[in-house]
């Protein structure tokens, strides 16, 4: 069975930065996609970034480009999210995921993903 630890969440001021990371174990990293998603009580879980296990391939949500950063460590069982000039619209809980099947495309639908962490809040204020 697959578990996922996310830790790094806190509470910052706008233009500040925040790294995330993603504990995995239980399962062979090297054959999954991981990504980070986010929510709030507003809106239903959406994509941020995601990383492939083989290649290191990555994508982003364009809210994010050029600010966050996810990558991996060589052991591939460490993920992490690189947040750079966080903006109040940021604010959200991450969590950590895991796909078992590597497509030609990063999925960045919630439902494709068959792992997840248990979250970390992340809060930006003004």
């Known amino acids: 069975q697959v578990q996922l630890v996310e830790s790094g969440g806190g509470l910052v001021q706008a233009g500040d930065s925040l790294r995330l990371s993603c504990a995995a174990s239980?399962?062979?990293?090297?054959?999954?996609?991981m990504a980070w998603f986010r929510q709030t009580p507003l809106k239903e879980r959406e994509f941020v970034a995601g990383i492939t296990s083989n290649s290191g391939r990555t994508n982003y949500t364009d809210a994010v480009k050029g600010r966050f950063t996810i990558s991996r460590d060589n052991t591939r069982t460490m993920v992490y999210l690189q947040m750079n000039s966080l903006k109040p619209e940021d604010t959200a809980v991450y969590y950590c995921?895991?796909?078992?099947?590597?497509?030609?495309?990063?999925?960045?639908?919630?439902?494709?993903?068959?792992?997840w962490g248990q979250g970390t809040q992340v809060t930006v204020s003004s």
């Open positions: 995921a895991q796909r078992r099947r590597l497509e030609v495309t990063i999925p960045i639908m919630a439902n494709e993903y068959e792992y």
């Open positions: 239980g399962g062979p990293v090297s054959t999954y996609t």
